[in-house]
């Protein structure tokens, strides 16, 4: 029996005080000044000059286009990708633009849509020629995930590229058109509705032949939501301040309200997690400045309620309003960047945006990562004690490697799921909720999975059941061994994207106090290793609420992995974390043992005992029913 540790109050530095926790609080000191950098980093952008120009933007062919007989709404209901009508609706928008005397390209391809599978997409394009080579791009999807008519997301963006396009039109009996200071490029994607498919593609391959300066997105613009800014990306890089203090000052301007942007936290989380469902994206993600003007949230318009009685009803004025703000300040913003545009450059800067003023990320990231340093100095002194004491490690890491196997053969067994064809497949783009990928679950091959990751946590836990009292010592090499491991994974997160640590700071800094609680109540163990789980659950709990996914959340984030969106430096650094946290389970319920010694092995193999004790409890079955049966006279 291990003697009762709470009769008295242990010194410091012992077994059951293993922790210095003067030098915890003393290296927070090394924190302020980060703090005080972030402080006097806040910087103001000011906008560029918003032009005047007498408006030509007519909302009223906008809704035309959307819900006359030949129009979006009404011919093209069903403008999901692969559907039957595609390839007249990629012909009717070709000729709109065509009709303008515009120089019109269709770029068609093949991708994976997941939930659909590989089906051809097009991109059409419309480019006005101006005096510098230099582009600017405004685009707008034109497909819907096909259950409904999709007339607010987004045949209102489609639309209204038409419309601001007309400007420019080219006809032999027309005034000779303007000439912009840049060439124009007005796009229609196709794929956006199913994680920014089109929009992808042109940035990566036409990027590399063409120089843009700036990229305008509608999208979902005649929505009853208020009108606002997007500008994340798929990485951790951010337009320039400049242009979006621009779009939110004109946004403002024309709708004559108060642009919102979203809030400090939720853009630390965009950081960290870099993720949306909208197509400025993989712009920002290239270094190319992007934002998008919608009024819709983070998830796009219910399809079965995104019908044309919004812009039809004279009674409800809300969604044409919006309709004509934002196409009007997308057509100011247009020229605004057209006069005063720089030439475009590659920009990996990151920041939190405040309105008018924003904080530089090179900040905050030093923040971050100081807020790593009191962790990171307590588990090294930590691991310093063991070895003064002579404490053996190598059964500890053992065990702990034994349990990073199980997470790993996971890992694996997930990716032959995947190659297999049982995981959604899809072109590495984030999934719309929508879709039936994030929407059907493959129940036999989940039940598949489970058993066989049961089958593999039997083979793992075969090594790892207690078989004799762990001793003190064996108790703080195991927590040692594991805080060491969560160590290396926040170094490693600081290294790939030092705002992720926002999910690895809870369990690093609730974490290496569970050696020093071990010797109170369980429950308190317990505390410690579930506020230390919110860190990482906080990637879930997130996207739960922004995209209104509820517990089907998790099969969303592994949808995601299946698509190829979650890389695998991330899918590591996860399998890491629950190899530590597990072993950090197990010593918290008083179930960790140290990897055995041979002498300690069961001499028999797993599949042979597992067959042994099968045989014996059918012995016994038979046995029991044959002493409840009756017996003949």
């Known amino acids: 029996m291990r003697p009762n540790l709470r009769s008295a109050r242990p010194r410091p530095g012992s077994l059951e005080r293993p922790l210095n926790a003067r030098i915890y609080r003393g290296a927070w ?3 302020l000044i980060p703090i005080l950098i972030v402080a006097f980093s806040v910087a103001r952008q000011e906008p560029l000059a918003a032009p005047s120009l007498t408006s030509t933007f007519d909302p009223g062919a906008v809704v035309s286009a959307i819900t006359n007989p030949d129009g979006f709404a009404a011919t093209y209901r069903d403008r999901s990708p692969g559907a039957a009508n595609s390839e007249t609706l990629r012909n009717w928008v070709r000729d709109q633009f065509s009709a303008l005397g515009l120089n019109t390209k269709v770029d068609q391809f093949n991708a994976q849509v997941p939930g659909i599978g590989k089906v051809g997409l097009s991109n059409i394009s419309a480019t006005v020629r101006g005096r ?7 685009l707008a999807h034109r497909d819907n995930g096909g259950e409904g008519a999709g007339v607010n997301d987004n045949a209102s963006g489609a639309a209204a590229i038409l419309e601001l396009a007309r400007p420019y039109q080219n006809l032999l009996n027309f005034v000779s058109p303007p000439v912009p200071a840049h060439t124009l490029v007005f796009l229609s994607t196709d794929g956006g509705a199913f994680g920014a498919i089109g929009a992808a593609r042109f940035a990566q391959r036409h990027s590399v032949e063409h120089r843009i300066a700036a990229v305008i997105v509608l999208d979902s613009i005649a929505g009853s939501g208020k009108p606002r800014v997007l500008f994340n990306g798929d990485t951790t890089s951010l337009p320039s301040p400049v242009f979006i203090a621009t779009a939110n000052q004109i946004l403002g301007e024309q709708s004559g309200a108060v642009i919102t942007h979203p809030s400090p936290l939720h853009q630390l989380f965009d950081l960290a997690f870099p993720f949306s469902l909208y197509e400025q994206a993989p712009f920002v993600a290239r270094g190319i400045p992007a934002v998008t003007l919608t009024t819709a949230g983070d998830r796009y318009p219910n399809p079965l309620t995104d019908t044309a009685a919004a812009l039809t009803d004279k009674t409800n004025r809300t969604a044409r309003a919006h309709l004509a703000q934002i196409g009007r300040a997308s057509e100011q913003l247009l020229a605004a960047l057209d006069q005063g545009a720089p030439e475009p450059h590659v920009s990996q800067a990151s920041y939190i945006y405040l309105g008018g003023r924003f904080v530089h990320g090179w900040a905050i990231q030093l923040l971050l990562i100081a807020t790593l340093i009191p962790a990171l100095v307590t588990i090294i002194d930590l691991f310093a ?9 190598w059964p500890a890491l053992r065990s702990l490697a034994r349990r990073l196997g199980f997470w790993l053969s996971l890992l694996v067994l997930f990716w032959l799921f995947a190659a297999v064809g049982f995981w959604p497949k899809g072109s590495g783009r984030p ?5 039936l990928a994030a929407t059907s679950l493959p129940v036999a091959a989940l039940v598949g999975f489970a058993f066989l ?3 593999a946590w039997l083979i793992s836990r075969d090594r790892l059941l207690p078989r004799r009292e762990t001793s003190p010592e064996q108790e703080l090499a195991g927590y040692a061994s594991a805080l060491l491991v969560v160590a290396c994974a926040a170094l490693a997160v600081a290294w790939l994207n030092s705002y992720a640590l926002l999910f690895l700071l809870p369990p690093l800094h609730a974490w290496i106090w569970l050696p020093q609680v071990r010797r109170y109540r369980p429950w308190s ?4 290793l579930v506020a230390g789980l919110l860190g990482p659950l906080l990637i879930f709990l997130e996207l739960a609420v922004r995209l209104h996914l509820g517990l089907s959340v998790f099969w969303y984030v592994t949808a995601l992995a299946a698509v190829g969106f979650l890389k695998l430096p991330f899918l590591i650094v996860a399998t890491l974390l629950a ?10 319920v008083g179930r960790y043992t140290p990897y055995p010694a041979p002498d300690e092995r069961p001499q028999e193999i797993l599949p042979r005992r597992v067959a042994r004790r099968a045989e014996l409890l059918s012995q016994h079955w038979s046995e029991a029913r044959a002493a409840h049966q009756p017996h003949g006279d």
């Open 29 to 31: 000191i090394v924190v």
């Open 132 to 138: 510098s080579a230099t582009e600017i791009v405004v």
């Open 385 to 393: 004690r063991c070895r003064r004491r002579q404490i053996a490690f």
């Open 431 to 435: 999934l719309s909720p929508d879709s």
């Open 453 to 455: 990751t049961f089958g």
């Open 525 to 528: 163990s317990l505390v410690l």
């Open 579 to 588: 190899a530590a946290a597990a072993q950090l389970a197990a010593l918290s």
